[in-house]
């Protein structure tokens, strides 16, 4: 048998740490998500029957700290080779959220009342109501969305009551959306949905339905704290290199040949051919001047931002690997470098720790039955 030398032993004593250091890693990662969902969904005891508790949002970060508190910092990578990558969803244990009720058929179309994510006040009318007793409920003005649903018949599909469906409608049902990006539903909104639906009911002849605007404020902070552990972006930076400037005619013609359209927001947009949904976006490293087909004919630009929002796309980690390479392949037609925040050449090392973070969240995501690209999601995170 051959003799090992120290150097040899000493390579082999650097891998195990090295694999023991991902798995560590990624083990300390889905233990602190995990931590703060049961904390964020447990249902209080002032919770009215049938009004359950909310999840879904984070901000990933590339620290060599990863400490408890979460930082929102926009994370700059370069394209690798997916086998370098570690598979975070093998490593995941096997822990349900019992108390989590998997999404129905119309729920997860987006149909149903979601009391897991909405304050639902259910109003029966004592006989079949029309749209239109439904008066100005349907357009009143709030920080966050209501729906109006109905029902034609018990066990029957829910629809969204519109100016184009006319019922008759035999159950009716209203729903705030308790949080989204624009935080939380404040302290007054609860009991503001509380006037709307007692207004309905009596337009409708239904008993009122009553909520506990407290404990609906309490879980609406409670879902907000929670989705900000899951809000995920991830941004792949291209610089020109040596201090240069892209011409807006030659990034409109390069990005429209990779499949990027311009949208109303002022991003170029990469769809998903068969759905039309947006996957990533192209974005002016100047925040502050946003793309339109007019200002690209005379502006210049020092650099670009591909950005993937992970909760809203269906598959983030296929949808990740799909932009990186585009990025790759656009830094070398416009002759740039991929950068971080403070314009250092990104690594491959950043790029399989935050590939991990994408899988890490996609799958804590599936695992609060908050499906990625999913009404939930698009709601949760819009």
Same mark, same amino acid.
């Given at each position: ?38 904390? *964020? ?10 009004? /359950?508790?909310?999840?879904?949002? @984070? ?43 998997? &999404?129905? +058929? &119309? ?11 909405? $304050? ?24 966050? %969305? ?6 034609? *018949? ?20 209203? $729903? ?25 009911? /009596? ?5 009122? &339905?009553?909520?506990? %605007? *407290? ?11 929670? $989705? ?28 429209? *040949? ?16 068969? /759905? ?9 490293? +100047? ?10 004919? +005379?502006? /210049? ?25 585009? &990025?790759?392949?656009?830094? +070398? ?12 050449? @990104? ?36």
């Amino acid at each position: 048998m051959f003799g090992m030398n120290p150097l040899f032993l000493g390579l082999i004593a650097a891998g195990i740490l090295l694999v023991a250091g991902v798995l560590i890693y990624n083990w300390l990662q889905e233990r602190r998500v995990r931590r703060r969902m049961n904390t *964020a969904l447990r249902k209080s005891d002032g919770t009215p029957p049938g009004m /359950t508790r909310g999840r879904g949002r @984070i901000e990933p970060m590339l620290n060599a700290d990863d400490s408890e508190s979460s930082q929102s910092v926009a994370i700059e990578m370069a394209p690798e080779d997916d086998q370098l990558l570690p598979h975070v969803a093998d490593e995941i244990p096997d822990e349900s959220l019992s108390h989590v009720v998997p &999404a129905t +058929k &119309a729920e997860r179309l987006g149909l149903a009342p979601d009391p897991d994510i909405e $304050c639902v006040a259910l109003l029966q009318p004592a006989q079949a109501a029309s749209t239109a007793a439904l008066g100005s409920a349907r357009s009143a003005d709030g920080a966050k %969305p209501v729906r109006w649903l109905g029902r034609r *018949a018990a066990g029957t599909t829910w629809q969204v009551i519109d100016a184009t469906t006319q019922g008759p409608w035999y159950e009716v049902a209203g $729903c705030l959306l308790l949080a989204n990006r624009g935080g939380p539903v404040s302290r007054a909104e609860p009991d503001s949905f509380q006037r709307l639906v007692s207004e309905v009911a /009596t337009a409708l002849g239904a008993p009122n &339905a009553r909520i506990d %605007p *407290a404990a609906e404020a309490d879980r609406a902070e409670a879902l907000d704290r929670f $989705c900000a552990d899951l809000d995920v972006q991830i941004g792949l930076t291209i610089l020109k290199s040596e201090l240069g400037q892209i011409a807006g005619t030659r990034l409109r013609g390069v990005a429209e *040949a990779a499949g990027f359209r311009i949208n109303a927001a002022g991003h170029f947009e990469h769809a998903q051919e068969e /759905t039309g949904a947006a996957m990533y976006t192209l974005q002016n490293y +100047k925040q502050e001047e946003p793309f339109s087909v007019e200002s690209l004919r +005379k502006m /210049t630009t020092p650099g670009v931002v591909f950005v993937l929002d992970v909760p809203r796309v269906s598959d983030p980690v296929r949808v990740f690997d799909q932009m990186r390479m585009a &990025a790759k392949r656009m830094t +070398k037609t416009l002759e740039g470098v991929l950068v971080d925040d403070n314009r250092r050449p @990104i690594t491959d090392t950043s790029l399989a720790a935050i590939r991990a973070q994408v899988q890490v969240t996609a799958t804590a995501l599936r695992e609060a039955h908050i499906d990625p690209g999913g009404p939930r999601a698009l709601r949760l995170f819009g």
